[in-house]
């Protein structure tokens, strides 16, 4: 694992396949932002944004920062991924597939 930031983003946005968009998305930070983070500087984000990143990962701050106590997760990467792409549904989209996921499990 990473000691840095950078590094630690870097492995767990590898590791759960997710884009640097795709994180923006989820964590309501600025795609740009994340970017900064990222780059040869590599700045550390404030809190709110650390604790906005970090819940969409999936993870804890405190992974994020040095590497210590990543939080795992009990789904699978591929309920993970289903998960993301649920969460971009509009409304109305996210009540059927509800829908036919009770219907199925049945």
Avoid: H, W
């Avoid at 840095?4 to 396949?17: A, G, I, M, W």
């Avoid at 404030?46 to 040095?66: F, H």
């Avoid at 009990?74 to 309920?79: N, P």
């Amino acid at each position: 694992m990473g000691t840095s930031f950078k590094e630690n983003l870097r492995t767990l946005l590898d590791r759960k396949d997710i884009t640097i968009k795709e994180l923006a998305y989820l964590s309501d930070v600025p795609k740009r932002s994340i970017e900064n983070y990222l780059n040869a500087r590599a700045s550390m984000p404030p809190a709110d944004y650390a604790c906005k990143i970090a819940k969409a990962l999936g993870t804890s701050v405190e992974y994020l920062v040095n590497g210590e106590a990543e939080k795992k997760s009990a789904f699978s990467s591929e309920a993970m991924q289903i998960a993301r792409l649920y969460q971009k549904l509009p409304t109305s989209d996210k009540a059927v597939v509800e829908r036919i996921t009770k219907a199925l499990s049945q």
